[in-house]
């Protein structure tokens, strides 16, 4: 791992993984490949702006002559794909884009692979790895009771954005069997943390809280989600990265799965706590039940025994102390969420997503 291509490094995990990655290894060069849709952000990664280990290169994981050029010019010997379209109710309300960037985009990023490693063989075979950045959401939803999802479970994604993520884990897959391109897929489930773009549940909700604005929570609030704070995200993406078997994919999850409703409550009993002067006390009171994401997955919960067992990895944030933290990032970085709520795209997204509901 000497020349890390990270596509999407200027989105929420992306970036953080950036982060992780200059501060855990000292001898590594990092080119970022983003296009700066309207959910990537370079703010993220001012701090690591003048590293000589960190570069940008802005360009679309579809344009493969661009790809292509990259890969040679940085002789990439991994690429860490966390690229593409993420919401799952922008998904619903225009799929379009889900299937050009996380179906196309990875296809593409696939053949630059084949061809710079695989055809030209200009880096050694054993040196070289595409790594896929998955969800748990292939596998559907579960019923209450039913065990979690393993690695062996059949995928069964529900939304389109659930689709084109596993039509992306497909071809990563083939394109191993049938190529022999080492890779390694890892399915994660919903992360949590510093520089998630306002449009997910946890930061809506604090940022609406602290606003006094409503709190929408979708239908009755009891979907169970299985969180994860994104530094236990990185920490395991990059042990898979030294130590995961090629042609292999691991299950990552956070070992919490609390009901929707109970997030959102806890957000707001944190802010009544460090916020006692606020006039939107009890912030529960601002929480507003709204119609439901149409298709709506009930619960997720991942087995993660395959990477605790042979990585030793396990998620070292408990949830408590993760949401705590995470409304206090939002709450010390003002400008960051100024930056984009001013935005006419993002305003555009909240009233198209919630005005009606
Ligand atoms: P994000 O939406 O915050 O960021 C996505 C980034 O990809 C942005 O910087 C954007 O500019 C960039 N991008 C989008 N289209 C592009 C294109 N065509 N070419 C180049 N760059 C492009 O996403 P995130 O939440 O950080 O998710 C990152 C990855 O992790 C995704 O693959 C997602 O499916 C996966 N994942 C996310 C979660 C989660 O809870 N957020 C959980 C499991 C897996
Ligand atoms: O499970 C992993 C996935 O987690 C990732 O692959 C996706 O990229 C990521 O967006 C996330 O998907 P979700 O749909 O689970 O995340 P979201 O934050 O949009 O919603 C979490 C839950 O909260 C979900 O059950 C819908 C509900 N919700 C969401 C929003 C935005 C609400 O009740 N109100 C809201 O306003």
Excluded at 244 to 252: D, E, H
């Amino acid at each position: 791992m000497k020349n890390v291509l990270v596509t999407g490094g200027a989105g929420f995990i992306g970036s953080n993984f950036i982060h992780h990655l200059l501060r855990a290894e000292r001898d590594v060069s990092v080119v970022n490949l983003d296009a700066l849709t309207y959910a990537g952000n370079p703010d993220n990664l001012q701090d690591v702006a003048d590293d000589p280990r960190y570069s940008f290169a802005q360009g679309n994981i579809c344009d493969a002559e661009f790809v292509e050029g990259l890969l040679r010019e940085r002789q990439v010997d991994t690429i860490v794909h966390f690229a593409a379209e993420t919401h799952v109710d922008r998904s619903i309300l225009g799929p379009r884009q889900f299937i050009e960037t996380n179906v196309i985009g990875t296809f593409t990023l696939l053949e630059a692979a084949r061809k710079f490693w695989l055809q030209e063989k200009t880096l050694p075979l054993e040196s070289v790895r595409f790594h896929h950045v998955s969800t748990d959401e292939v596998f559907g939803s579960l019923a209450p009771g039913e065990p979690a999802w393993t690695e062996e479970t059949p995928y069964a994604p529900n939304s389109p954005y659930a689709a084109s993520k596993a039509s992306s884990d497909h071809l990563v897959r083939a394109y191993g069997h049938t190529y022999k391109l080492p890779y390694t897929i890892t399915n994660c489930s919903n992360n949590y943390g510093p520089y998630q773009f306002p449009e997910k549940l946890i930061p809506v909700i604090i940022l609406n809280a602290m606003e006094g604005k409503p709190l929408p929570v979708y239908g009755d609030g009891q979907q169970i989600r299985d969180w994860l704070h994104v530094e236990d995200h990185c920490e395991a993406i990059h042990l898979v990265l030294k130590r995961g078997a090629p042609g292999s994919t691991y299950n990552i999850g956070g070992e919490n799965q609390p009901a929707n409703l109970t997030i959102v409550e806890t957000i707001c009993d944190i802010l009544d706590e460090i916020h006692p002067e606020s006039p939107h006390k009890p912030h529960r009171n601002l929480i507003q039940f709204v119609t439901d994401r149409p298709g709506h997955d009930r619960r997720y919960d991942m087995d993660t025994h395959k990477i605790s067992t042979e990585l030793g990895w396990r998620p070292r944030h408990s949830l408590t102390q993760g949401l705590l933290d995470t409304v206090q990032w939002y709450l010390s970085h003002p400008e960051w969420v100024t930056a984009i709520r001013q935005k006419h795209e993002y305003q555009g997204w909240m009233e198209a997503n919630y005005k009606s509901r």
